[in-house]
């Protein structure tokens, strides 16, 4: 499977953004999609990830009641929504494809994933 991600910018503290990840390919057995981020000089962090089989979510801490992650699987995208953005949203944000059983606690973990699409620049400032 090839991700594509895209919608990101460079929005003010409060603003909102909306990042897509379209998948192609061979689209069929993934497990979960997921949003990761990294910052410079940082590891790259889950951010929130969707799993196919329940339809289950998961956020990290950070970004639960600001983020929504949801999904269209007749056009094989994952969406982000993110609102109330903060200067330290600030990151590269990639979306990951999984074909390995994910149990809830791993959702967030980036080595459960397989496949990676290039990053999309998020930018708050404050």
């Known amino acids: 499977v090839q991700l594509q991600a895209s919608g990101g910018g460079l929005v003010q503290t409060g603003g909102s953004l909306r990042l897509s990840c379209l998948a192609s390919?061979?689209?069929?057995?993934?497990?979960?999609i997921g949003w990761f981020r990294q910052a410079p000089g940082k590891e790259r962090e889950g951010v929130s990830s969707?799993?196919?089989?329940?339809?289950?979510?998961k956020y990290d801490e950070s970004v639960k009641g600001r983020f929504t992650i949801s999904r269209d699987n007749a056009k094989n995208a994952v969406y982000l929504q993110m609102n109330s953005l903060k200067p330290e949203d600030t990151a590269v944000y990639f979306c990951?494809?999984?074909?390995?059983?994910?149990?809830?606690?791993?959702?967030?973990?980036?080595?459960?994933?397989?496949?990676w699409g290039q990053g999309t620049q998020v930018t708050v400032s404050s």
């Open positions: 990951a494809a999984s074909r390995l059983g994910i149990i809830s606690s791993a959702m967030l973990n980036p080595d459960m994933y397989n496949s």
């Open positions: 390919g061979f689209t069929q057995g993934y497990t979960a």
């Open positions: 969707i799993r196919n089989r329940d339809r289950s979510t």
